[in-house]
């Protein structure tokens, strides 16, 4: 009697926070998590893109992700960090309250952004995944750099 394995893909996610909310992306975009940097502000730029900074010798863009997802500006503090992103050979850093923990998760285990009436936040979602009793929404990079 022959057994055939069924193997499932497995992503590794970073989970970080954003207010009370638990969000993730895959791994294989983080290039690096940096405590809070100078960042200069770019005259006429959207609410949302704080400005530039210089990650060792990088002009590195840079989004608040509260403001992208129209939560209030809040200070940064001891927690704050900056994800530096690399998605289709653009580099840019998005601003999260805290990076939590890294996961291994199969993709089996991602479900589809439930849709919810009024939010302008389901397009940039790729799915949700639930991890012990948290469930972590796991982001669309494309979607959230993309201006429109």
Do not use: C, H, W
């Amino acid at each position: 009697m022959t057994q055939t394995l069924v193997e499932y893909e497995q992503t590794k996610i970073i989970a970080f926070r954003i207010e009370q909310e638990d969000y993730a992306i895959p791994v294989e975009y983080i290039q690096s998590i940096e405590r809070m940097l100078p960042i200069t502000r770019i005259p006429n730029a959207d609410s949302f893109m704080k400005g530039v900074m210089n990650l060792r010798g990088v002009i590195i863009p840079v989004i608040d992700l509260r403001l992208r997802f129209g939560i209030a500006e809040k200070n940064n503090d001891d927690a704050t960090r900056i994800l530096v992103i690399q998605k289709d050979e653009i580099d840019f850093g998005l601003i999260v309250d805290e990076a939590k923990d890294v996961f291994d998760i199969e993709n089996s285990d991602i479900e589809p952004t439930p849709e919810v009436v009024g939010s302008n936040q389901v397009s940039y979602l790729n799915g949700v995944v639930k991890i012990g009793d948290k469930m972590y929404t796991i982001l669309n990079l494309e979607k959230l750099i993309d201006k429109e």
